[in-house]
């Protein structure tokens, strides 16, 4: 990623869902039941489920919210049957956008998406369109703060890591199946990560300011406050203010 953070962007959508706590619960339960529909619900063999709890245990999620949620999934209460989608296209100044969602209802998702990038100066594209543009990764990130960085770096490497980057914070990336492992290792070693999930890692960034960047923040804000949207990943690189 020519140097760029692959915390950047995820770090600006954290601060984002902060934002927008009652829709977090919601697209969280969403992504509990279909993945207990999915994988059953012991998230020991389950990594979706798994991945999903621990995203419910670091934003808060009440247990009986996660408890409902694993029910639908079992069948045990109703529940929506949620398709899944992923979206492609191209934000202001080329840059890439894919989006990945749970809906009951195709076309009215549809046509909402379609509807936001054409009001932020983008437009939706065909299936592949930009897809190619991004790996799918684990990432990790930890605080420098009493993490001795040569131990960490060794610790992780051994546990099948690919990357290990020091910025601001540690970054750690990995292929998707050793997610586990190195989790695992940072648990045994009572390391923690303030972030630990499978991501969608862009290639190559584009950097944008002005008149484009701002354009291009309020699509990202639009596309994370629908309910529908799950994740939204770009290559877009902003400028430092903005990320803020």
């Given amino acids: 990623m020519s140097g760029h953070s692959k915390w950047a962007n995820i770090k600006h959508k954290k601060g984002k869902m902060d934002a927008i706590r009652g829709k977090l619960t919601t697209k969280i339960g969403r992504e509990i039941t279909v993945a207990v529909r ?3 619900a012991d998230p020991t063999g389950n990594m979706r489920l798994k991945l999903a709890l621990q995203k419910a245990k670091e934003n808060n999620i009440p247990k009986d919210n996660i408890q409902r949620a694993i029910q639908k999934g079992a069948g045990a209460l109703e529940g ?57 990764k684990g990432l990790f990130v930890v605080e420098k703060e009493g993490v001795d960085e040569e131990t960490l770096m060794l610790t992780v490497l051994d546990a099948g890591a690919e990357d290990f980057k020091a910025e601001e914070q540690y970054e750690i990336t990995t292929a998707p199946e050793d997610f586990e492992s190195v989790q695992q290792a940072l648990e045994q070693n009572n390391i923690t990560t303030i972030v630990a999930q499978i991501t969608m890692i862009p290639e190559t960034t584009v ?5 484009e960047a701002v354009k291009m923040v309020k699509l990202i804000d639009a596309l994370e406050d629908h309910d529908d949207i799950q994740e939204v990943y770009t290559n877009v690189e902003l400028p430092d203010e903005m990320m803020e």
């Fill in 80 to 136: 929506a049957n949620y398709e899944e989608i992923t979206y492609e296209g191209y934000g202001p100044g080329g840059v890439a956008v894919t989006i990945e969602v749970m809906t009951d209802n195709r076309n009215r998702t549809a046509a909402d998406v379609r509807h936001l990038f054409t009001k932020y100066g983008g437009n939706l594209g065909e299936s592949g369109c930009v897809a190619w543009m991004f790996k799918q």
């Fill in 207 to 211: 950097e944008l300011d002005g008149d």
């Fill in 38 to 40: 999915l994988g059953g």
